[in-house]
């Protein structure tokens, strides 16, 4: 175990009126102004016994003596579990409170009472700042631009103070005529330094605007703000300038670069070359070339266990051979390194010898999929972009890339939208959405389907696949701001998956294929799209009435990732499943959503015949 760490958490505190800090090591502690208290404050307003904490299992419950502000409301009582953070104003005392099991790194941060400021209205970050420069640096700010303000200490990551129920203790003064409300300061070394630093070496502060998070030539692929080619960050590569600020001890600085050798490369602090881009607002690193060509978002939607990791891996694998086969197009990883979990899943479905090895687990919330990252003053769980460049060797300018991601099904149910969850928002910004439709989870679609031998019509789950698509159109109108009665034009897909299992519904005819002689054939799809809405129509037409109520380009496919019924089988642990047997894989008309989305997006590229 590392030596920072214990075996349990602890509650963390840090006075951030004096800078002391302690860690609460008993299941009992008090902290207030008398001498019984294990942690004393000096206040002269400070109760004697101002809170009490008793630890309960894994919980820790403060009691307040009297109301104080918790966390920005009045309160006098709240739990704590581990990895949470929390604010206390009350006695005369600003408390931060960590429950964490870092406890020496916190410890270790004894002498640093540094601050940062996050701005709500921009989405921006500044500092850090002393105590002394924090103070001169809020002059600055009208009171009305001061209430956008949250002040964070050093070691906190997430919680801080209103600027407007800290600056009496902080003893900020009132605004200095003429505020400046729309500039940003941002130190790297710490601003009473800068002084002695400046002319020194490298630059030690930097001033730029505000990034504005709605307007801009580039969407971030991480977390879908918006920003301009300058406003991107670079990320230091010297050994001594990691710890970031934002992201934390183990990241390597993001700055905005003052400094360019002779072949227009950015310096870091200490004069290395740097040539890793980062966002803005996240600070997640781009991939590369980010910054050189289009990017266009593939929003893949679906309820939990609809297959929509399958899909996924097929369709990458499929459109390799196609896009190439068919127009002469490469398809291939943009950074390799960050789409290897796709690319293991490829590997894993098609590579493996038994059902056990193909299996792909379902999609966890809080799993290898998702990263925690900053976005609009909170850490939040943001999944993995997949980018993959395309581009025709003979017009190797007209490239662009495609961006998927894997969410987990429970990330587009209605309780899943929030500004603490927003890992689906991407769909706000997508360039086409492919709605997958698991007939299996649809009690009207298993009733035409009696007598079918395949595992899965004996897992009865309740189908909430309409009210998921409905939750769809009301985060994309409430995202781009629409009334309920506008809609998108965004190409939507509704790809009703596992065609192999009801593929005798739509008749005797097979459907016609989406490439004929070199292009998209829109007839064709068209055709193929009339036969699988009516069907729709006939079982589910709550679901035709959602997805045409979302957009006015709507086509419906028929689909299997797999072509064939999974296998029941018990797994190395003793655990039955159901997976794909390798042997006997035949995707159909997979590719055919992605293809119609890009004639239109990128019909240079992707050429298409029209219906007409």
């Known amino acids: 175990m590392p030596a920072n760490q214990l075996a349990e958490p602890s509650i963390c505190i840090l006075d951030c009126t004096t800078g002391k800090r302690v860690i609460v090591r008993s299941t009992s502690f008090t902290i207030g102004s008398g001498p019984a208290a294990d942690f004393q404050l000096s206040s002269p307003s400070c109760p004697a016994a101002l809170c009490t904490i008793t630890k309960r299992g894994d919980i820790h419950e403060l009691h307040f003596s009297c109301p104080v502000i918790i966390d920005g409301s009045e309160s006098e009582f709240f739990r704590s579990v581990s ?13 931060a409170i960590k429950h964490t099991t870092q406890v020496e790194s916190w410890l270790a941060l004894e002498s640093d009472l540094s601050w940062h400021a996050y701005d709500h209205g921009s989405h921006a970050w500044h500092g850090p700042f002393g105590s002394h420069h924090l103070r001169s640096w809020l002059e600055r700010y009208s009171e009305s631009a001061r209430e956008k303000l949250v002040l964070i200490p050093k070691g906190m990551q997430e919680m801080g103070f209103y600027v407007h129920q800290a600056q009496g203790l902080l003893h900020i003064p009132p605004p200095t005529p003429p505020p400046i409300e729309e500039r940003a300061w941002f130190s790297r070394f710490g601003p009473e330094s800068a002084a002695e630093q400046k002319g020194s070496g490298p630059s030690s502060e930097t001033v730029s605007e505000p990034v504005n998070s709605e307007y801009g030539e580039f969407t971030c692929p991480i977390c879908w703000f918006k920003f301009d080619r300058g406003d991107a960050m670079n990320i230091a590569v010297h050994n001594s300038l990691r710890g970031d600020p934002i992201l934390g001890e183990e990241q390597m600085q993001r700055f905005h670069a003052t400094r360019f050798n002779d072949r227009g490369q950015a310096l870091d602090a200490m004069g290395l070359a740097s040539s890793d881009l980062a966002c803005p607002h996240c600070r997640r690193k781009l991939p590369p070339g980010f910054l050189d060509l289009p990017h266009h978002i593939f929003s893949i939607v679906g309820a939990p266990s609809s297959g929509k990791s399958y899909y996924l891996s097929v369709l990458v694998k499929l459109l390799q051979n196609s896009l190439f086969q068919n127009f002469g197009i490469t398809f291939r990883d943009a950074d390799p390194s960050e789409n290897v979990i796709l690319t293991q899943m490829k590997n894993q479905l098609f590579s493996s010898s038994s059902p056990e090895d193909a299996f ?7 799993g290898a999929l998702y990263e925690a990252l900053p976005r609009q003053g909170r850490k939040v769980r943001l999944p993995k972009p997949f980018i993959f460049r395309l581009s025709h060797p003979a017009t190797p300018d007209s490239g662009f890339s495609v961006v998927f991601y894997d969410n987990a099904g429970e990330h587009f149910e209605p309780t899943r939208n929030s500004a603490d969850s927003p890992g689906a928002q991407h769909i706000a910004v997508a360039t086409g959405i492919f709605f997958l439709f698991d007939p299996l989870h649809n009690p009207e679609f298993r009733a035409k389907m009696r007598g079918l031998a395949d595992p899965q019509t004996n897992n009865h789950r309740v189908d909430q696949q309409d009210v998921i698509l409905a939750e769809t159109e009301v985060r994309i109108k409430s995202l781009l701001g629409l009334d309920s009665r ?26 016609l294929p989406a490439i004929m002689d070199g292009v998209v054939s829109m007839g064709n799809i068209m055709i193929n799209s009339k036969r699988v809405r009516e ?29 064939c019924s999974p296998v029941e089988f018990i797994d190395r642990e003793g655990t039955p499943r159901i997976g794909p047997d390798p042997k006997q894989l035949k995707p159909r008309h997979v590719e055919a959503p992605t293809l119609w989305v890009l004639s239109q997006a990128t019909p240079d590229m992707i050429p298409s015949k029209p219906a007409f």
Not at 83 to 95: C, R
Not at 360 to 366: F, I, N, P, V, Y
């Open 83 to 95: 990895g949470e953070e929390h604010t206390v104003i009350g006695g005369g005392h600003m408390l």
């Open 360 to 366: 792909l687990a379902k999609t966890d919330l809080e």
């Open 486 to 511: 506008q809609r998108v034009s965004t190409p939507l897909a509704v790809m009703v998956g596992k065609c192999d299992t009801w593929m005798s519904l739509l008749g005797p005819d097979p459907l």
């Open 535 to 563: 069907l729709m129509m006939e079982l589910c037409p709550s679901i035709v009435a959602n997805a045409e109520a979302i957009s006015s380009n709507v086509s419906y496919f028929a689909i299997s990732p797999l072509g």
